[in-house]
Each structure stands twice: as C-alpha cells, then as structure tokens.
C-alpha cells in the first residue's frame, strides 16, 4: 500500500499521525509525538468528561426554562443533519416546546427543504422563516468574497444572528444549537459548556467583519437598515432577558453517523450527494447549493476539504484506518465542482478572478497548482436550482 505521507495529492502538508488534519486546519497545534490539539480534545471528550453528569445537568436546564415563555427554548434550525437531530432531541428527549428559527440564505437544495416539511409535521412544532433580500445578499457575497476568501459571510452571520435577534424580540431566553465547535477545532475544548455568544461569533462566523464594518464597505450600496438582519444584538439586552445560548454537543457526545441514522429512523430523513463528498457520507452538507464551491475554495486556500474534516471524524471513533481515509481524499477532494458555473454566474465575475483571489488568501504552506485539475460530476438537482441575478 502506498504510504500516505508520499500521496502526491496531500502535496506534502504535514498531517497529524493519528488523523487525516493537516498544518493548514485553523487551530491546529502538533504535540511531540505528531498527534494534533483536535484528537487530543477528542481523547478528552472520551475519557475524562462525565457524560452522565453532562445530561444531567442538560435536564436541569431545560427544566429551569420550561414553561416559562411562550416556547421553551429556540432551535435554530438549516434541516441539515445536526440541527435536524438537536430538533428531534430537544423535542422528542427532553419534552420542550421549541421555535423552530430558519435564515434561509437563498441556496436550500430540493431535498432538504422536503426534509423540513417532514420534520416540522413529524416533530408537531411551529417554524419561522426569514430569507434576506437577495440583491443585498448578491452584494455581501461578493465583498466577502474579495475581501476574506470566503463568499458567506451573509450565511455565517445571518444563521448565527438572526436566532438571537428572534429570542429577543419574542422573549425566549434558551437557544440550542448543535454540535460544539471542539468537535472540530481548537477554539473551545470539552472541559466547558461552549457559550454561542458574541464572542464566538466573532472567532468562528463573522470573518472579523461585524455588519457596521460591512455597511462601510459597501458605502452606497447598503446601509445598517439594509443589514439589520446580521447585526448582534447586544450583550446588554441579552442579560436583561437572562439568555443561555449552549450547544446541545456539550452535553451529550456528539457522533454525526449515529445522530444520521436516528433522524433517518424517526424522522424519514434523507440523504444526498454532494459535490468532492464520499457516498459514504449521504448525510454531509446536503442542505446547500454552493457547498461543492465553498470545499474546492477551501481547498485553493489550505490544501485539503470535506473528506480530510470527515474521515478524521471516523478515525477519532475507531471507524476507519488512516490509509483507508488517505484513498478517500485522493479520489474526493480537490475537484473543480460543476456549480462553480453557477456561483460565478450569481457573483458576477470570471474563473480567472475567482482564481487570483483564492490565490491571495492561501495558507502557507501551501500552493494550488490548477493544472492537471479534475472536474467533479454534476450533481442531479442542479436542473432545479434557480437563482437569477
């Protein structure tokens, strides 16, 4: 078997020894014996956290809120995998009323938004839904597109603020969101209960630009009204209102696979194809057009994508083997996916333009070398997607 440090498509990035993460994943450090921060957080989510005490105390706070709103608590909510199984969970588990809360960034896939429909009438609760006007959207693509290397700024922030903005206005003060980022990162670790609060945002959301930046930017094409639905509300008003804003992933362990097959099971959830994603994960990213560009973009810049986040997963919990996760990424990642026609289109600018600012943004030490560039197979709904600019 060819060893996997000598696979010409992981071009030589250092990796950890015990997952497939390279020097490239945003907070990764390498201990002395080449194993990274995120398995050894990993390790410590196995071993040291009480799991029972965990769901415990998660039984303590859903009784502390229930009852005392309208709703008991919001979930925000894409119909993807993870906010799917904290719905089913909070609701079907724990016995509280919650507020579905939706920011539709524009870009939901058929299948999803079938899989919202099942869910809404499985589950017997109530759904709101708020879509931002696509022309300003169009607009935060593109500057954060230029300006970070990243087209989402409007998708990260809206879904992490627009539930909060819902909170406050209808007076629900506990929100659930899924899994905790120490699943993947190293911003948080599973020694403590991971607050999504403003800080958090800023770390892991907004790309370091708050909407006020935003509005300066595009001074004359937006404004802070037209940007309303990204602004934070403030620390302030979120103590008056006693907010507790947790992921459900603190907990109780997550484990992506097993949390798939319980919506499958219960809810009728399905799955799908995704562009530079195995089959072997059905479950990854379904809900969104644009993810096919969003991997291959970060691959540009990092040298790695989806496949080296999932078999990592897998090989944390003794699923796979690191060689068999090797051949995965050399067949998946890396591709040029057939929407990128499709983003570009909505973005307004050439693959030449797309390139130089992949380019600009790259980690080092890694170089993208577009020649000898596979394309990826076009996924089968793309004839449904509709988006005119």
């Given at each position: 078997m060819e060893d996997f440090s000598a696979t010409k498509i992981l071009n030589d990035l250092r990796r950890c020894t015990r997952c497939t993460l390279p020097?490239?994943?945003?907070?990764?450090?390498?201990?002395?014996?080449?194993?990274?921060?995120?398995?050894?957080?990993?390790?410590?989510?196995?071993?040291?956290?009480?799991?029972?005490?965990?769901k415990k105390e998660l039984s303590k706070l859903a009784d502390q809120y229930r009852g005392k709103s309208e709703y008991d608590c919001i979930v925000p909510f894409s119909g993807g995998k993870d906010s799917t199984f904290t719905a089913w969970y909070?609701?079907?588990?724990?016995?509280?009323?919650?507020?579905?809360?939706?920011?539709?960034?524009?870009?939901?896939?058929?299948?999803?938004?079938?899989?919202?429909?099942?869910?809404?009438?499985?589950?017997?609760?109530?759904?709101?839904?708020?879509?931002?006007?696509?022309?300003?959207?169009?607009?935060l693509m593109r500057e954060s597109l230029r300006r970070k290397g990243d087209f989402d700024w409007h998708a990260h922030v809206g879904s992490f603020v627009y539930p909060m903005q819902i909170a406050l206005k209808h007076r629900i003060p506990l929100i659930f969101w899924g899994?905790?980022?120490?699943?993947?990162?190293?911003?948080?670790?599973?020694?403590?209960?991971?607050?999504?609060?403003?800080?958090?945002?800023?770390?892991?959301?907004?790309?370091?630009?708050?909407?006020?930046?935003?509005?300066?930017?595009?001074?004359?094409?937006?404004?802070?009204?037209d940007l309303s639905p990204y602004i934070y509300p403030s620390a302030g008003e979120l103590r008056s209102l006693g907010a507790r804003s947790v992921c459900l992933g603190s907990f109780i362990p997550w484990d992506v696979r097993k949390h798939y097959e319980i919506i499958r099971d219960n809810l009728a959830w399905e799955g799908d194809v995704v562009e530079g994603v195995p089959p072997s994960y059905p479950y990854e990213k379904i809900e969104y057009q644009l993810q096919g560009p969003r991997d291959y973009l970060k691959f540009i810049k990092r040298g790695y994508a989806r496949t080296t986040h999932l078999t990592s997963i897998d090989i944390r919990n003794g699923r796979m083997t690191r060689e068999e996760a090797a051949k995965l990424i050399v067949a998946h990642e890396g591709k040029r996916p057939q929407s990128l026609e499709y983003l570009l289109r909505i973005l307004d600018i050439s693959e030449d333009e797309w390139r130089k600012i992949a380019i600009a943004q790259a980690v080092p030490p890694y170089t993208h070398d577009f020649r000898g560039e596979r394309e990826d197979e076009a996924l089968p709904d793309m004839s449904q997607w509709n988006w005119n600019p």
């Open positions: 020097e490239t994943h945003e907070t990764i450090r390498f201990g002395d014996d080449g194993v990274c921060n995120i398995c050894k957080n990993a390790e410590y989510k196995k071993e040291e956290v009480d799991w029972d005490s965990r909070i609701v079907a588990e724990l016995g509280l009323r919650a507020l579905l809360v939706s920011f539709d960034h524009g870009f939901y896939r058929p299948k999803v938004l079938a899989n919202v429909e099942r869910t809404v009438r499985k589950l017997g609760v109530e759904f709101l839904k708020f879509r931002s006007d696509w022309k300003i959207v169009r607009c899994e905790p980022s120490a699943e993947y990162t190293a911003y948080y670790s599973y020694d403590e209960i991971e607050e999504v609060d403003e800080k958090r945002n800023y770390r892991l959301n907004n790309l370091g630009i708050a909407a006020e930046d935003m509005a300066g930017f595009l001074q004359g094409e937006v404004s802070m009204r």
